[in-house]
């Protein structure tokens, strides 16, 4: 046992020898080509890399020239119309115009007034017939006295007729108006020209012997 373990130590021995001469076959080969620096440029090269020279900067570009930028095209502006006030001083006297006076607007002419006849109408009317007495009020006994208001036109002829004074009975009334309406007159004449008349006309409307 202890023959063999000293055999294995020898061997090993033998091996570790072996490969250190290897190694210094090698190392003395790469000293010959000069493959591992000398103390002195491994101490340069060290040094070299951690100090190395900055590297140089690179020129900044020229800026090229910068173009004039065109100018923008914009609308030409319409001048603003100001109608300005003229100015006038606190001391200054305004003129003062007054507005013209309105237009003055005749009016039409109003028609002639109607002639106003003195007495009744049946005076300048030969053409006339009484009122005819309603049976109806014959038989309610209705009496009273109608007053009419009666215009001529320039012909003679009745142009309006109006109750003035009522007999308190529409059919008295009625009657006396029905009975004017167709009376023919004179026409008034005033100045040689035939005018318009006015005349006042009343009826009695009376039942005897009641």
Known sequence: MLKSLRSLKQEQLIGLLFVLALHGVALYGLWSYRLIPTPDEAITLMVNLINPQPPEQPKPPKPEPTKPRPPDLLPPEHPHLVAEAPVVSPDEPVAYSPPPPPPVVEAPPLPPQPVVLAGELSVSCPERSPPEYPAFSIRLNEQGKVVLRVELGEDGRVTTAEVKTSSSYRRL?????????????KPSVRNGLAVRAMALQPFNFTLEGR
């Open 173 to 185: 009334d009625d009657a006396a108006l029905n009975a004017v309406k167709t009376w023919r007159c």
